[in-house]
């Protein structure tokens, strides 16, 4: 299938071919560039949100141990008024490379003091310490996830427009310019033909 493009007739179509053929040609070898680039940084990215992973998974365990400690010392009453009367705020840390951006890591951080710990109860505080690790874990283990979707998602983009090149727009334009040379070269063999007829005959009619 080629690029339904109207090339111009004569030697401005082959200046055109020829300009149009290195832009896509320097556009083929950025684009490899790209790859060579975010293929291993992809990597990298998977190796990290698997450890990150299982940070959160230790986290986690880690902190459902240490409710269920506070919950048979003191209840589910200890439980609630244990509990944080304020929001809690994520930020993700963004980088970028190619272009791309993608989150680098996470943060947590509270948006007023920790409620107060009741007294009589000691795993009320590492129980509270346990969760705001797993959440802190488990917010750097998403945002790890949606590096490396986004990583995937440009690197899929990035193969289709090399597949276009180097499958129909190079070979399309490649194919027109020989096309068109091996034209105008008949064209400019015969204009001299035509020029050393006329030559000969305003010649002959001289002598």
Do not use: C
């Not at 200890?78 to 989150?103: C, K």
């Not at 979707?149 to 193969?159: C, G, K, P, Q, S």
């Amino acid at each position: 299938m080629s690029p339904t493009v109207k090339v111009p007739p004569g030697r401005a179509g082959r200046m055109w071919l020829r300009r149009r053929l290195m832009t896509a040609e320097r556009g083929r070898e950025q684009l490899d560039r790209k790859l060579r680039i975010l293929i291993p940084e992809r990597q990298r990215l998977e190796t990290r949100a698997a450890r990150r992973h299982g940070e959160w998974a230790v986290a986690y365990a880690q902190a459902q141990t240490w409710l269920l400690r506070a919950s048979l010392l003191g209840g589910q009453d200890a439980l609630r008024s244990a509990s944080a009367p304020q929001l809690v705020d994520v930020t993700v840390l963004w980088t970028s490379a190619m272009g791309l951006a993608y989150p680098e890591d996470a943060t947590v951080s509270a948006a007023g003091p920790d409620a107060p710990v009741p007294a009589g109860n000691a795993a009320l505080g590492p129980a509270a310490r346990a969760f705001r690790a797993a959440l802190l874990a488990g917010s750097r283990a998403a945002a790890a996830d949606e590096a490396v979707r986004r990583l995937d998602a440009e690197i899929a983009v990035t193969r289709r427009r090399m597949r276009a090149l180097d499958k129909h727009w190079l070979p399309w334009l490649r194919a027109e310019i020989s096309a068109l040379e091996l034209t105008l070269e008949q064209t400019e063999h015969e204009d001299v033909m035509r020029l050393r007829r006329s030559v000969l005959r305003q010649g002959g009619g001289l002598t």
